[in-house]
T-cell receptor, first 116, second 115 residues
Framework: AQTVTQSQPEMSVQEAETVTLSCTYDTSESDYYLFWYKQPPSRQMILVIRQEAYKQQNATENRFSVNFQKAAKSFSLKISDSQLGDAAMYFCAYRSTTSGTYKYIFGTGTRLKVLA | DTAVSQTPKYLVTQMGNDKSIKCEQNLGHDTMYWYKQDSKKFLKIMFSYNNKELIINETVPNRFSPKSPDKAHLNLHINSLELGDSAVYFC??????????????FGPGTRLTVT
């Protein structure tokens, strides 16, 4: 069974600085999707970034980028030029592409605090 | 337009009552989910329907019963509510075979408080 681990329950970053959130996962599959979701205090779950396992190139979305290390089963999120609005819970998630599989596996989350 | 909507957003009720939470998505997705998020923010999948067919049914008390009248709606009915049912319940949807394949879109959540 697949698992997703976020080993940092809480992280802090100074405004305008860069922070990296860690995520590791365990799977025997070769093709899958990985996601980072953001949950601000409003509790709405917002997709931040997506990575397809078959793509070697790391995904980027403006100030957000990932470091995807398939062999190491690592999927970290880098937030550059941190802003106060980045303060939220961040969840890493795994999704198999195996036909008939519909389950998403979420990590336990990392709470990010942004200091002014 | 709201992509995934849930009603109500807040629900306060007493132990032993029966309540329902409704979910609707206007994205044309074929798969919908219910998640429970506890006080420690852990997201646990409860159920999933694909084209109105139940495909995921995790270890959830049978007091919880999902119903999908059509592929745009997935409702959650809870009987005999208990204190431990207090949580935020999220509905989500996804669609395979598109450019945004496998992305889940979440509703705003329903905060259920059982007193």
């Amino acid at each position: 069974a697949q698992t997703v681990t976020q080993s940092q329950p809480e992280m802090s970053v100074q405004e305008a600085e860069t922070v990296t959130l860690s995520c590791t996962y365990d799977t025997s599959e070769s093709d899958y999707y990985l996601f980072w979701y953001k949950q601000p205090p409003s509790r709405q779950m917002i997709l931040v970034i997506r990575q397809e396992a078959y793509k070697q190139q790391n995904a980027t979305e403006n100030r957000f980028s990932v470091n995807f290390q398939k062999a190491a089963k690592s999927f970290s999120l880098k937030i550059s030029d941190s802003q106060l609005g980045d303060a939220a819970m961040y969840f890493c998630a795994y999704r198999s592409t195996t036909s008939g599989t519909y389950k998403y596996i979420f990590g336990t989350g990392t709470r990010l605090k942004v200091l002014a | 337009d709201t992509a995934v909507s849930q009603t109500p957003k807040y629900l306060v009720t007493q132990m032993g009552n029966d309540k329902s939470i409704k979910c609707e998505q206007n994205l044309g997705h074929d798969t919908m989910y219910w998640y429970k998020q506890d006080s420690k923010k852990f997201l646990k999948i409860m159920f999933s329907y694909n084209n109105k067919e139940l495909i995921i049914n995790e270890t959830v008390p049978n007091r919880f019963s999902p119903k999908s009248p059509d592929k745009a709606h997935l409702n959650l009915h809870i009987n005999s509510l208990e204190l431990g049912d207090s949580a935020v319940y999220f509905c989500a949807s996804s669609q395979r075979g598109t450019d945004s394949a496998y992305e889940q879109y979440f509703g705003p959540g329903t905060r259920l408080t059982v007193t």
